[in-house]
């Protein structure tokens, strides 16, 4: 929503520069982690997923490192661009019941 | 695509109403989550479903409550809305069986003043 990216660490990048947002997830039984991403007004969207028997995991410009020995997350954006400009949200599940813990976000800000 | 829906997109109203908000979605999917998402502390799960006429509590199910009668329809019931309800109200689906990706509504902003 609108109000979404008040109070939230805020990452600046340029134009076609890589992007790196992080996530500390709290729970070590966590097994799968998704990335989505929150534009302005609208609801929050999948870019993402990883599952804890994978270090790594590409798809397109977009790529997560999953650290499990200090429960850290990344996502990595390549070349960003501005549309890219939005909040992004790690979720962690654990135990592969259908309930996700969400962190709080990360707003990216993409300048031209 | 999957689609989900959401009644409204912002909804104002009084200390004491009942509200409802619907949401819809399209794929046939067996979950369906109730969250809110206020500054700074990300999403909040309410309730869930994972079956017609089955709900189960999340997080912060205090003043809330839902109803699942059809597969594809989720409501959220504030019984008697109060100002600490504000706040951007986001509905999402998913399939059943081991957990995936959650498809999210464009959310509902309700204001109670």
């Known amino acids: 929503g609108e109000s979404v990216g008040l109070h939230l660490p805020t990452l600046s990048v340029q134009e076609g520069d890589n992007s790196i947002i992080n996530c500390a997830y709290s729970?070590?039984?966590?097994?799968?982690f998704i990335w989505y991403k929150q534009e302005s007004g609208k609801g929050p969207q999948f870019i993402i997923d990883?599952?804890?028997?994978?270090d790594k995991r590409q798809g397109q410009r977009v790529t997560v490192l999953l650290n499990k020995t200090v429960k850290h997350l990344s996502l990595q954006i390549a070349a960003t661009q501005p549309g890219d400009s939005a909040v992004y949200f790690c979720?962690?599940?654990?135990?592969?019941?259908?309930?996700?813990?969400f962190g709080s976000g990360t707003k990216l800000n993409v300048k031209p | 695509d999957v689609k989900v829906t959401q009644s409204s997109r912002y909804l104002v109203k009084r200390t004491g109403e009942k509200v409802f908000l619907e949401c819809v979605q399209d794929m046939d999917h067996e979950n369906m989550f109730w969250y809110r998402q206020d500054p700074g502390l990300g999403l909040r799960l309410i309730y869930f479903s994972y079956d017609v006429k089955m709900k189960e509590k999340g997080d912060i199910p205090e003043g809330y409550s839902v109803s699942r009668e059809k597969k594809e329809r989720f409501s959220l019931i504030l019984e008697s809305a109060s100002t600490n309800q504000t706040s951007m109200y986001l509905c999402?689906?998913?399939?059943?069986?081991?957990?995936?990706?959650?498809?999210f509504g464009p959310g509902t902003r309700l204001t109670v003043t």
């Open positions: 729970n070590s039984a966590s097994d799968y």
């Open positions: 979720a962690e599940n654990p135990y592969n019941f259908n309930k996700f813990y």
């Open positions: 990883i599952r804890s028997n994978m």
């Open positions: 999402a689906s998913s399939l059943g069986g081991l957990a995936g990706q959650q498809y």
